[in-house]
């Protein structure tokens, strides 16, 4: 027998693995994350990295640096059991799982530390210390007894700016706790930036950064000289089958049915648009559906298909060059007259109506087939998980947004978010089209998503 053939008849397999957390936003964990792959991946290690909550960006950083793509976890949107699904089948392939936290350790419904407590999986807690000296020790003893029991692996000081102020930071920390080391300022130290840019909605697209691979490079040979060098002690990870938020029967029927065979559906993927999680490409190739994928920016031809998928992005960065694109307008005006599927999330929907107007005031025309106005706002104007309840059934997401949509359309639906009762996001419809700033997360329920792309109307 295969060791293969073991690890897929067994229960559970083990695998090292770590959690990367932080006290908040901004300390530095996609940074240690990506480095921390980049370092084993060196080695010639299978890296197989995870981000806990809806983010788009940062798995896009975590992709270039572990060479494999990248899967949310979040316990809204897909359930635990999907969760424990995924992190299975990773196991069975990997010599390191790395999970990057949401926020700081324990914020959210999906929180890092839910995940550590419910899979037994070790915290490092990355913290920004370019700004403190013994108050470091405090935070990170906090961090580390805010709720007992925690797996609590030790702290990795980020953003250092000497080995005076290194040592500072290392002798506050109590001492039963763990010092895996620093990051520097590389621009002092090795003449290489390791910090990730971002804007309003956070990283840059890794397409974006042109040194990438060098900064991932130098922190990992940074981290290298730190107690992260050596793979974490084995997890169990329990095989469990892969079970849908809203569709409790996908592994015993709809995946077998295949109901979108022979169907083609044509997705946007560019630095306009582009926040495309992998489980819902998975979905649709499980569907039955083959995907094909085309740029809104580059290509002047819509790829042969039978339904369009149209994924959130940065379109306001790009509205000057959509608008000159008349070809590709004048091919998808056309898709949806004809009575074609068609789905728009956040930027999606952004492409789909008659304007958009940057942060700069400065106005583009779109694709025209919705009526609307989107525009930029300097300031967030929704952040929450949503619940809607299609026609086809309902469908878990996330809304984020910085833009306004003025419309004359009548929404066929609202979303519902568990936690910020006040953000409910409208769902427009019009013939097959369906538009909103909802990221939706296919796994959560295959069968309605099966339907809003197929021929057939429901």
């Known amino acids: 027998m295969h060791v293969s053939d073991f690890q897929h008849n067994s229960q559970s397999i083990m695998c090292p693995a770590l959690i990367i957390s932080a006290p908040s936003s901004g300390q530095?964990?996609?940074?240690?994350?990506?480095?921390?792959?980049?370092?084993?991946?060196?080695?010639?290690?299978?890296v197989r990295v995870f981000k806990i909550g809806p983010d788009f960006l940062d798995p896009m950083i975590l992709e270039q640096a572990s060479g494999q793509p990248v899967y949310q976890l979040d316990l809204f949107m897909g359930g635990e059991q999907h969760c424990r699904h995924?992190?299975?089948?990773?196991?069975?392939?990997s010599d390191l799982i790395l999970i990057?936290?949401?926020?700081?350790?324990?914020?959210?419904?999906?929180?890092?530390?839910?995940?550590?407590?419910?899979?037994?999986?070790?915290?490092?807690?990355?913290?920004?210390?370019?700004?403190?000296?013994?108050?470091?020790?405090?935070?990170?003893?906090?961090?580390?007894?805010?709720?007992?029991?925690?797996?609590?692996?030790?702290?990795?000081?980020?953003?250092?700016?000497s080995e005076g102020h290194m040592r500072m930071l290392r002798d506050s920390l109590p001492e039963n706790m763990f010092w895996f080391g620093a990051l520097f300022r590389s621009k002092e130290t090795s003449g290489q930036d390791i910090s990730l840019p971002s804007r309003h909605l956070g990283l840059v697209q890794k397409s974006e950064i042109e040194d990438l691979d060098e900064r991932l490079d130098c922190a990992a040979?940074?981290?290298?000289?730190t107690g992260l060098s050596?793979?974490?002690?084995?997890?169990?990870?329990?095989?469990?089958?892969?079970?849908s938020r809203y569709d409790q029967h996908i592994n015993k029927g709809i995946y077998e049915l295949k109901p979108l065979a022979g169907l083609a559906v044509a997705v946007a993927c560019d630095q306009a648009l582009g926040f495309i999680y992998p489980a819902n490409v998975d979905v649709l190739k499980l569907l039955g559906a083959e995907v094909v994928y085309f740029s809104p920016l580059a290509d002047q031809v819509l790829p042969e298909a039978d339904a369009l998928y149209l994924p959130g992005g940065y379109p306001e960065l790009h509205h000057q060059a959509l608008a000159?694109?008349?070809?590709?307008?004048?091919q998808i005006n056309e898709f949806a007259d004809q009575g074609n599927p068609v789905l728009a999330e956040c930027g999606g929907m952004m492409w789909l109506v008659d304007e958009l107007t940057d942060i700069s005031g400065d106005t583009s025309a779109m694709l025209g087939i919705l009526p609307g106005h989107a525009k930029m706002q300097k300031r967030l104007t929704a952040i929450a998980m949503q619940q809607v309840d299609l026609p086809e059934g309902k469908l878990a997401g996330h809304t984020f947004h910085h833009s306004k949509l003025e419309t004359k359309m009548e929404p066929i639906a609202k979303g519902k978010s568990p936690s910020n009762k006040a953000t409910s996001e409208l769902i427009y419809r019009k013939g097959r089209i369906t538009a909103s700033y909802v990221?939706?997360?296919?796994?959560?329920?295959?069968?309605?998503?099966a339907k809003l792309f197929s021929k057939d109307v429901v």
């Open 28 to 46: 530095g964990k996609t940074t240690a994350t990506a480095a921390l792959a980049r370092l084993f991946r060196n080695q010639g290690k299978q």
């Open 86 to 93: 995924l992190l299975y089948q990773a196991a069975l392939t």
């Open 100 to 161: 990057e936290g949401v926020m700081g350790l324990f914020d959210g419904h999906s929180s890092a530390a839910d995940f550590a407590f419910r899979l037994n999986i070790p915290v490092v807690a990355v913290m920004d210390g370019s700004a403190m000296a013994q108050s470091f020790g405090a935070i990170a003893f906090g961090l580390a007894n805010y709720r007992a029991g925690l797996p609590f692996a030790g702290v990795l000081a980020n953003n250092v700016g």
């Open 221 to 225: 040979h940074q981290l290298a000289q």
């Open 230 to 243: 050596k793979l974490p002690e084995p997890v169990e990870f329990q095989r469990v089958e892969d079970v």
């Open 324 to 330: 000159l694109n008349q070809s590709l307008t004048d």
């Open 439 to 449: 990221h939706y997360y296919f796994p959560s329920n295959p069968s309605a998503v």
